[in-house]
Every structure is written in C-alpha cells, then in structure tokens.
C-alpha cells in the first residue's frame, strides 16, 4: 500500500504564492507518474499538473501553465507544486495522487481514474 500526504496548503493574498509537498511512502513505492488536482467548492475535481516519476517531463493545464511548476525529490519520493502568482481561482482543496501504469502520453495522466493512489488534500486560500 502506498501513502501520499499533502502539506503546504495555506492562505494567501492574489499574486502570492504558496509550495505544496506531497510526501509518498509504503512498501516498495514504485509510481509510473504523479500528479496534482484541485477541487473548488461546487465544482469538480481537476487536473492541474503532472510529472514522469523516471524522466521528469511534465505536463500543465493550461490555466496554471507559466505560473505553477512541478518537481519531485526521487530521494524522499517527494513531489512538489510551486505556485506563483495565484489568484482567487485557484482557490480549492488540492490533491497529490499517484499513477502505477506507465503511459506514453501525459495526456494520460490528466485523467483522475488512471490514479492509484491518492492523498488526503490541503486547502489552499486566496483572498483578493
């Protein structure tokens, strides 16, 4: 069994900018690609940014794209999400998850089904 817990959520203003780490850990974690998603209140659970465990490409939705980065440490099996420039649509309960199947495209991984593994969420707040 894997385990993923969030940390990092918070409040700021518009334009701030806030890092999450997602921690993974369990028996022998071997994770093709992981992921973040958000979910706003009302609405459903997104995809926002993806990353290759093994090559590191990755992959955006385009409404965070130039603003949020994605990076993992292979060393502590710890996946990050920098957040730059945040506005108030960002706004939600964010989720790390991990994928076990490897894909060729990381279109694939913009799916939340193709996810084994999932975390608890932070919330992150931003006021205008």
């Known amino acids: 069994q894997v385990q993923l817990v969030e940390s990092g959520g918070g409040s700021v203003q518009a334009g701030g900018s806030l890092r999450l780490s997602c921690a993974a850990s369990?028996?022998?974690?071997?994770?093709?690609?992981m992921g973040w998603f958000r979910q706003a209140p009302g609405k459903a659970r997104e995809f926002v940014a993806a990353?290759?465990?093994?090559?590191?490409?990755?992959y955006y939705a385009n409404s965070v794209k130039g603003r949020f980065t994605i990076s993992r440490d292979s060393a502590d099996n710890t996946v990050f999400l920098q957040m730059n420039s945040l506005k108030p649509e960002d706004m939600a309960i964010y989720y790390c998850a991990a994928a076990i199947q490897y894909s060729n495209s990381m279109a694939y991984y913009t799916f939340q089904e193709k996810y084994d593994y999932w975390g608890q969420g932070t919330q992150v707040t931003v006021s205008s």
């Open positions: 990353l290759r465990w093994s090559s590191t490409i990755k």
């Open positions: 369990g028996r022998t974690f071997r994770s093709a690609a």
